[in-house]
């Protein structure tokens, strides 16, 4: 369902997939080859939501942000199933494993890598091309070469997986 809010309405790519069941409202952007997949909620209705090229955004999961406070998505993102992203911004190529809050203000840099379960506090940086886990998450090593190989091979399944049901859409 694609909503007007207050006279803004969501911008999205003819390339990018959105599940019937996906909810935008607002002003959102989402970018080329991106992937929304079910029962998943992108509000911009108090503040922009920019979602960058070639992002999958999992089941179930909410973005949303504070007043004043824009959240911004870059390209080759992954977020996983139930993801909540609320006023933060996401770097390039990052995977936000399933179940991980990011509050407002929070940064997470390129190439890193948010384990599953999460809860990244407001304010906090996650640093580029590392793992980083827990309630609070607190970096845990940097990423490895499997590590970089595991999150490309998830983004370009997800673009191709996104391009599939795309082409199924009537």
Not at 21 to 34: F, H, L, S, W
Request: hydrophobic fraction near 35%; aromatic fraction near 6%.
């Amino acid at each position: 369902m694609i909503l007007e809010y207050k006279g803004k309405y969501p911008q999205i790519d003819d390339t990018a997939y959105l599940s019937e069941d996906v909810v935008v409202t607002g002003e959102v952007t989402i970018g080329a080859y991106c992937s929304i997949w079910f029962k998943t909620v992108i509000r911009g209705d108090v503040a922009p939501t920019i979602i960058g090229k070639s992002v999958n955004i999992q089941d179930q999961s909410m973005l949303h942000q504070s007043p004043g406070m824009p959240l911004e998505i870059e390209d080759g993102v992954t977020v996983g199933h139930q993801v909540l992203l609320h006023s933060c911004k996401v770097s390039k190529n990052a995977l936000i494993g399933m179940g991980s809050t990011i509050l407002d203000g929070a940064e997470i840099g390129e190439n890193a890598f948010v384990g599953a379960g999460s809860l990244v506090p407001p304010g906090k940086k996650i640093p580029s091309n590392t793992l980083a886990f827990g309630r609070p998450a607190k970096v845990v090593r940097d990423l490895t070469d499997e590590d970089y190989k595991e999150m490309k091979r998830i983004r370009t399944e997800y673009v191709e997986k996104g391009q599939v049901y795309k082409s199924n859409q009537s």
